[in-house]
């Protein structure tokens, strides 16, 4: 069984360990701990304790500790991988890639947190210096999904252990496998600055979320489960960094590069069997080209490779769990009954006995307010729709209570810098959907979230701010005594 890690030490948990399933096989791969109340009291103990001397601890001191995580994930990125791959199902190549991109942020934020300094602000009276400092909050939170174990939780603990707070990290129920793993990987830190509680979100999550010396609560989880932090948090007024869900549109102009577009939307739709907070989820194709990019998809659709991440020729993987592949399956088939067409995919794939597994899906003639354009679809579903012109599309692409993630396949400039202005999406991409990049910010619009994370947005979401006002020259002041 793979232990919790507090303080420093392997701990057991007083929770019913878990068991951890691969979504290609179903087989149990191993044991979780899973903590309680209790083990989560003790993390956040240990993490209050350690907090005033990571904080004191030199910049560049946490600097090369944080570089030699990453260069200790890079010698495990076989190890790793393999491991992401058999619990979360997604292929071997990808998780070799996740490996090497945490890695790459644990060095980044080395770095912003050796670098990112204050500021010296002009002063009111001459004999005084202002200063703008930025300061660690505390204890942090760090609370991620299933989809994206190790990369999602990367972007919390390296920007928050940079800026000098100390953390206690709670992964989701179905993965907890590789994140407890990960006590290998961090056991030269001083004890107490980071721990791992496994256990579910209602107990153990539960538990740290309303915890008064957690300061603060960094999530990527569902909006629901985001809306109900926000109401929690409002108690200890807790600062909050929520990447939540998204229903991003993509929009095909006639003039695109209508191959690459097609090609985009079956990756950005299916890549991770969908399960992705940026997939593609709603396509918006000007009338002209509507037939033949519809044919493209599900042509290029039909032909891949359906099967369990860890086989090298593998393109489309299982599915987390039945429970979430058979509400996507059900909201595929409320469409049909609806009178909307299946172009290809929407049932559970042949000769595939065990594991998740749910065929890509190309559909069309979807009414506006089915759930599977209104709400989001965490399953290899790729909704096409044609529109009248450009315009058509960018208000459709707007009509959304979510605003993560938005592309646009477009060869004119001009079109590009109205979408640029007027889309309302946090990750905005042109002719190449999903493309990720450390060094800026990634996080949504409206009800897909609040702050940022990555770039130096990232860091600074994990610092409060100080104003210094020094009165150098000292002596009495004059306006001490306003009422004389
Ligand atoms: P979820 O149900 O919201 O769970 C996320 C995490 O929160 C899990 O660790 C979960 O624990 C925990 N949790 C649940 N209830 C809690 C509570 N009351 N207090 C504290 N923690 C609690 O989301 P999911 O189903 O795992 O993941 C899919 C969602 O994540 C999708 O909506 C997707 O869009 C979103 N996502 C967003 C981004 C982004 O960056 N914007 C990236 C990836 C995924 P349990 O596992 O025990 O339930
Ligand atoms: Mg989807």
Same mark, same amino acid.
């Given at each position: 069984?793979?232990? #919790?890690?507090?303080?420093?030490? %392997? ?8 068991? !951890? $399933?691969? =979504? &290609? ?126 990369? #999602?939780?990367?972007?919390?603990? %390296? ?8 953390? !206690? $990290?709670? =992964? &989701? ?66 600062r909050l960094n929520l990447e939540l869900g998204g229903k991003d549109p993509l ?22 069997a969908g399960q992705v907070c940026t997939s593609v989820e709603r396509v918006y ?14 042509? #290029? ?14 393109? !489309? ?168």
């Amino acid at each position: 069984m793979r232990t #919790l890690w507090v303080n420093g030490t %392997a701990l057991e948990g007083g929770g019913k360990p878990i068991d !951890v $399933i691969d =979504p &290609a096989t179903e087989k149990v791969i191993g044991q979780a701990g899973q903590g309680n109340a209790a083990d989560v009291d003790f993390a956040v103990d240990a993490a209050r304790s350690a907090f005033p001397t990571w904080r004191s601890t030199p910049a560049s001191v946490r600097a090369a500790l944080l570089h030699q995580a990453a260069d200790r994930l890079r010698a495990e990125a076989e190890t790793i991988a393999t491991e992401l791959t058999l619990e979360t199902g997604r292929t071997m190549r990808k998780n070799l890639g996740y490996v090497d991109w945490s890695a790459q942020c644990f060095d980044y934020y080395a770095e912003i947190g050796r670098h990112h300094i204050g500021r010296v602000i002009p002063s009111p009276e001459n004999s005084q210096l202002s200063l703008v400092l930025k300061a660690p909050l505390g204890v942090v939170a760090c609370i991620v999904p299933w989809n994206y174990p190790l990369l #999602l939780l990367s972007w919390k603990i %390296a920007p928050a252990l940079a800026a000098g707070n100390t953390v !206690v $990290i709670k =992964p &989701a129920s179905y993965t907890p496998w590789t994140t407890l793993g990960l006590a290998r990987i961090f056991d030269h830190l001083p004890p107490g600055v980071l721990n791992i509680v496994a256990g579910s979100g209602r107990e153990v999550g539960e538990h740290l979320i309303t915890h008064p010396d957690v300061r603060m609560i960094a999530f990527t989880g569902s909006t629901e489960v985001g809306q109900h932090l926000m109401r929690v948090a409002a108690d200890d007024v807790k600062r909050l960094n929520l990447e939540l869900g998204g229903k991003d549109p993509l929009i095909i102009c006639a003039d695109a590069d209508l191959e690459a577009a097609a090609r985009a939307c079956v990756w950005g739709s299916f890549l991770n069997a969908g399960q992705v907070c940026t997939s593609v989820e709603r396509v918006y194709i000007e009338a002209p080209v509507f037939d033949p990019v519809c044919e493209r998809v599900a042509e #290029l659709s039909r032909e891949l490779v359906i099967g369990p991440g860890i086989e090298p020729q593998t393109e !489309v993987t299982p599915m987390i769990r039945a429970a979430e592949r058979d509400d996507v399956l059900e909201q595929i088939r409320a469409a049909e009954a609806a009178g909307a067409q299946v172009l290809c995919g929407g049932k559970i794939p042949e000769n595939h006995g065990q594991g998740f597994y749910l065929e890509p899906t190309v559909i069309t003639g979807l009414a506006p307010d089915s759930t599977l354009m209104v709400e989001e679809t965490f399953g290899p579903v790729c909704p096409l729709v044609s529109v009248a012109d450009f315009d058509e599309a960018m208000q459709l692409a707007n009509r959304s209570s979510y605003g993560l993630g938005a592309t646009l396949f477009t060869s004119d400039a001009a079109k590009v810098h109205r979408y640029m202005r007027e889309i309302e999406a946090g990750n905005v991409w042109v002719n190449d959907p999903l493309i990720d990049n450390l060094a800026g910010p990634f996080g949504g619009f409206k009800r897909s979230g609040l702050g940022r994370e990555l770039g130096v947005e990232g860091f600074e979401a994990f610092t409060e701010t100080k104003h210094i006002h020094w009165e150098i020259e000292g002596g009495i002041k004059s306006w001490w005594y306003p009422w004389s």
